[in-house]
């Protein structure tokens, strides 16, 4: 005696799709949640901010010859930690053509910047790149 076929399997369409109740960073520990900047309660003087610009001049500048777009300006707005670190979370505003190439290079440099200790805690400082 032949075995029936199973019957073709049914899904009911009522039922809501999965709901995800874990934070992306806990299913997989690469993908970390960007941090917020802290509030900026410090102040820094735009003279010492001139400088550590100054600095990093170079850096900049190899930026732009690398992406190939010497006009390209932008504008940062960031918070520089009580150590003179620039925290993570970086505003970027474009103010001409800024290829994202030019723009990874000149965000990846800012961070790496040591500004002088803001007094009072975080300070927040605007930039305009290329300076």
């Known amino acids: 005696m032949p075995t029936p076929a199973p019957a073709p399997m049914t899904l009911p369409t009522n039922v809501p799709g999965p709901v995800v109740t874990q934070q992306a960073s806990a299913i997989d520990p690469a993908i970390k ?20 610009v100054a600095r990093h001049k170079g850096e900049v500048s190899f930026c732009s010859e690398q992406a190939g777009t010497p006009a390209a300006k932008m504008q940062v707005s960031f918070v520089i930690m009580t150590d003179g670190s620039v925290h993570e979370a970086i505003e970027a505003t474009e103010l001409s053509d800024v290829s994202d190439k030019l723009r990874g290079c000149w965000i990846s440099a800012l961070k790496r910047w040591k500004f002088e200790a803001p007094k009072g805690g975080p300070a927040r400082a605007t930039l305009s790149l290329p300076r």
């Open 33 to 52: 949640p960007k941090p917020s900047a802290p509030e900026p309660t410090g102040t820094l003087s735009a003279a010492s901010i001139r400088k550590t």
